[in-house]
């Protein structure tokens, strides 16, 4: 299984990025998919996840209007709009294939995982 995650990079705050990330084949097209960020020097946290249609999404409070996830399970892919961007928000951002087809918040949830994608944030 493997997860190829794009888009991060270094961006003013008040700016947008789109991260993508493509799954091998069909991998995880019946699965929620979530992405997770982790700054220099702290835990992985996450972000936001989608359920396997699309039909559900959860994000953490600090996202929320800001951050949105989509999928496109014809293109085995789900992106994450981040616009009004932060300086807190930078971070590797990693996506994770769920164990089932919900979208969860919990770490634990999630089976395989990308490589990440740096984020930066300047001031």
């Known amino acids: 299984v493997q997860l190829q995650a794009s888009g991060g990079g270094l961006v003013q705050a008040g700016g947008s990025l789109r991260l993508s990330c493509t799954t091998s084949?069909?991998?995880?097209?019946?699965?929620?998919m979530g992405w997770f960020r982790q700054a220099p020097g702290k835990e992985r946290n996450f972000v936001a996840a989608?359920?396997?249609?699309?039909?559900?999404?959860t994000y953490t409070d600090s996202v929320k209007g800001r951050f949105t996830i989509s999928r496109d399970r014809t293109k085995n892919t789900v992106y994450l709009q981040m616009d009004s961007l932060k300086p807190e928000d930078t971070a590797v951002y990693y996506c994770?294939?769920?164990?089932?087809?919900?979208?969860?918040?919990?770490?634990?949830?999630?089976?395989?995982w990308g490589q990440g994608t740096l984020v930066t944030v300047s001031s």
């Open positions: 994770a294939v769920g164990r089932s087809s919900f979208a969860s918040t919990n770490i634990a949830s999630y089976a395989y």
């Open positions: 989608i359920s396997w249609n699309g039909g559900s999404t």
């Open positions: 084949r069909r991998t995880g097209s019946n699965n929620g």
